[in-house]
Nanobody
């Protein structure tokens, strides 16, 4: 129905940068909020940042000033530019989108499969 495909994760040293991308495809009529969550071992999934269709952004306090979320509505793609990475940023990062799907004629949350980000000290 709706698929979110993430890319850009990997291993980076502290202070380095990565850019994550997530492209949505499938039975999409419109996408409202797109965002990134992360989950470290033994912890619950937490919001990193999200962005509305109009470009309004929200960030977790822990990433403000370091991460930047953006989206390309024409491509149904959301990005997360991560700078000044810290070891505590290590987690599996998941893309999330609120999608009004043609198949169901309803809005639901969809998740990507996750991409590993590891920051070494």
């Amino acid at each position: 129905q709706v698929h979110l495909v993430e890319s850009g994760g990997g291993l980076v040293q502290a202070g380095g940068s990565l850019r994550l991308s997530c492209a949505a495809s499938g039975s999409i009529f419109s996408i409202t909020v797109m965002g990134w969550y992360r989950q470290a071992p033994g912890k619950q999934r937490e919001l990193v940042a999200n962005i509305t269709r109009g470009g309004t952004t929200n960030y977790a306090d822990s990433v403000k000033g370091r991460f930047t979320i953006s989206r390309d509505n024409a491509k149904n793609t959301v990005y997360l530019q991560m700078n000044s990475l810290k070891p505590e940023d290590t987690a599996v990062y998941y893309c999330n989108s609120g999608v009004f799907a043609k198949a169901t004629m309803s809005t639901n949350q969809y998740w990507g499969q996750g991409t590993q980000v590891t920051v070494s000290s």
